[in-house]
């Protein structure tokens, strides 16, 4: 098992800039790889930024240019840097964790989807 904590959402303003936090224990004898999603009431989930074990980065076209996701292995933690955020980026945002092996492609990368974090809130006013 994987848990996953999150932190760092928040409200701001179009423009602004808010970074997330994940941090992920509880596992020992498998490479983990993580990502960000985000969801909003009456949609589906969606993957926003992923990490491979190649340490390739992965980003949905919405976010690309104005999102980083970053690890610290040593602290276990993935980090997602949101700048320029818009209205449409309001959303809730979850952290996702899975073996590197078991990823999903979705869109344009590979994603976890196996262990979850209980997600934080991004609200992007105009």
């Known amino acids: 098992q994987v848990q996953l904590a999150e932190s760092g959402g928040g409200s701001v303003q179009s423009g602004g800039s808010l970074t997330l936090s994940c941090v992920a224990s509880?596992?020992?004898?498998?490479?983990?790889?993580m990502g960000w999603y985000r969801q909003t009431p009456g949609k589906e989930r969606e993957g926003v930024a992923a990490v491979d074990g190649d340490g390739k980065t992965t980003y949905a076209d919405s976010v690309q240019g104005r999102f980083t996701i970053s690890q610290d292995k040593t602290k276990r933690t993935l980090y997602l840097q949101m700048n320029n955020l818009k209205p449409e980026d309001t959303a809730t945002y979850y952290c996702a964790a899975d073996d590197c092996d078991e990823l999903v492609y979705l869109d344009n990368g590979y994603y976890p989807n196996r262990f979850w974090g209980q997600g934080t809130q991004v609200a992007v006013s105009s």
């Open positions: 509880g596992y020992t004898y498998f490479s983990v790889c």
